[in-house]
């Protein structure tokens, strides 16, 4: 069933186009990853979807139910966040504030979905720890949380791994693939052709302005796009 | 002892007095619960910035004979305040420079109108009147007292409202708007109650100093405290009591209102600086 559909996308920033007519359908259930060389424009892309920016033509259009709330958001770190004096509890329960309204403060089922979320993604002891104190690979999952108190259908991930190390990207991967498992419909940011070939089910390949590839994990090893780039990191 | 006891005792009679205590007080609690927004969010130079364009627009309230110079200086300061917040990211002239360009510009402007409309022959001190504060604060009437607290009450009710968008907006602005809260609304909200919260401090601290007011207490909160709850509270407290302090030291002493506000709140930081220092030293060796 569809989830979202992009049709004939054109993405820009000041008259310079960085996507140009890029169509895909996401899957209710999906794990798509969206790879590519750097200035391919795949945040571009990503913050098209998430509506913080206007496509130059073409359009986004959710179905099978789906509202802007539906679609959870783990973006990359800001330099503010580095010294932000927050508990983990905050963190996590900042991501039900689309929720509230005009209601100023959080009511008992928004708090006890944050709780749940910690303890779905296993930082549930960290609650009264401060964020900024925490390891990269804690500091992502509390950001999974967030998210997953924002919105239950859709997520999208911009490169979570980055700068974690082995054993935290490996748990992260799995983290996801589990998430994904429960029914969420996965978009991935990612440089990591490998990992994204072993996790995703569907591959979006942008290069220079168009996509190079759009469909299937299977398909993507086939074909040329896939062959070059997933080369020696794909299946072993 | 009993001397410094009886001369508060006999201040406290004075009606300017607790005008001023109450004015000084109110101040520097809206600013404490800006400054830890504006500091996370590297706006730390705004007020600095805005109070410059409250004096350019002082400099024009004076130069127009304008008795109740706060119904210019509060617009304009509030348009000055939308302007720069709302440029953002993507504007063309970054944060620091748009703020650097309208501080330097409006202080001049000011200046120079000063100079040439002033009739007053006393112009340097006029300037350093409205730059550094003055005794005014020890000259307010019963008006100025009650639409600061007015103001004051408007400031802590919005914050209160808004407590947690202020939050998620400050933590994390893409994820609130992607996620569906409307950051720019809050973004919008905060920069008014700014413009208002720096008008305000203006008649206490005067221009140059606002900015100490808005970041001391929450750097002080932000050595010891983890959580933005924590770090909120705290740094309301240490304004307020630095203000209280500062206040009755400086009548007691004699010396410039604004100024020795501003060494209490320094030394609150050293004060702060060493608890933080100490309890994460702790903190390594048991852990």
Redesign the interface.
């Known amino acids: 069933m569809p989830q979202l559909t992009c049709q004939n996308l054109t993405l820009g920033y000041e008259g310079k186009t960085v996507v140009s007519d890029l169509s895909f359908v996401v899957n209710t259930g999906d794990y798509l990853c969206i790879v590519g060389e750097n200035g391919s424009g795949k945040s571009t892309l990503m913050r098209a979807i ?3 920016k206007t496509p130059t033509s073409g359009q986004i259009v959710p179905s099978d139910g789906l509202t ?2 539906d ?3 783990l ?1 990359q770190q ?1 330099v ?2 580095k ?5 983990v509890r ?2 996590v ?3 039900c ?2 929720r ?1 309204g005009l209601r ?3 009511n008992r089922a928004e708090k006890q979905m944050a709780e749940d979320n910690m303890q779905k993604l296993g930082v549930a002891p960290l609650a ?3 964020y900024r ?1 925490l390891s990269g690979g804690q500091q992502q999952r509390i950001l999974l949380a ?2 997953l108190c ?2 239950q259908k859709i997520l ?1 991930l911009d490169e979570p791994v980055a700068g974690l190390d082995p054993k935290a990207t490996a748990d992260m991967y799995e983290l996801i693939a589990k998430l994904n498992k429960d029914g969420i419909t996965i978009i991935m940011i990612s440089h990591d052709v490998a990992a994204s070939v072993k996790f995703a089910s569907h591959i979006l390949h942008i290069g220079r302005q168009s996509a190079l590839f759009v469909g299937t994990k299977e398909d993507y090893l086939k074909s040329d796009a896939g062959r070059v780039y997933a080369g020696a990191g794909g299946e072993k | 002892m009993t001397e410094i006891a009886d001369k508060f005792v006999l201040y406290f009679q004075y009606p300017f007095v607790q005008y001023a205590l109450i004015v000084g007080v109110l101040i520097a609690l809206c600013s404490s619960l800006l400054g830890v927004t504006l500091v ?3 706006f730390s130079f705004i007020g600095d910035g805005l109070s410059h364009v409250a004096f350019g627009a002082m400099a024009i309230a004076a130069a127009m004979n304008l008795t109740n110079n706060f119904l210019l200086v509060l617009p304009v300061t509030i348009i000055c305040a939308i302007l720069l917040l709302r440029t953002g990211q993507n504007a063309k002239i970054k944060g620091d420079a748009a703020i650097a360009m309208i501080s330097v510009g409006t202080l001049a402007i000011g200046y120079l109108i000063m100079n040439v409309f002033s009739k007053s022959s006393n112009l340097a001190g006029d300037v350093c009147t409205t730059l550094f504060g003055s005794t005014s604060i020890l000259t307010l009437t019963m008006t100025e007292v009650w639409l600061c607290v007015i103001l004051s009450v408007l400031v802590i009710g919005v914050f ?6 202020i ?2 907006v ?3 602005e ?8 409307k950051a720019k609304v809050y973004n919008l909200i905060l920069a008014v109650v700014i413009a208002v919260v720096i008008v305000l401090a203006m008649n206490l601290v005067g221009a140059l100093l606002i900015s100490a007011l808005v970041i001391f207490p929450a750097l002080s909160a ?1 050595r010891v ?7 909120t509270v705290c740094s309301l407290i240490v304004s307020v009591v630095c203000a209280a302090l500062g206040l009755l030291i400086s009548i007691i002493a004699g010396t410039p209102v604004g100024s020795t506000i501003v060494a209490v709140d320094i030394a609150g930081f050293f004060i702060f600086s060493m608890a933080g220092f100490i309890t994460t030293k702790g903190l390594m060796r048991r852990g």
């Open positions: 998430l509506k913080l802007p709330n679609i959870g958001y973006p800001t503010i966040q010294d932000f004096p927050a508990s905050e963190v329960r900042s991501g504030l689309n509230c100023p403060m959080y009264r720890r401060c104190e967030r998210a924002a919105a999208l | 996370l969010k590297r209160l409202l808004f407590y947690h968008k939050f998620a400050t933590f994390d893409d994820f609130s708007t992607a996620t569906g809260v932000m405290f983890k959580s933005f709850k924590a770090v």
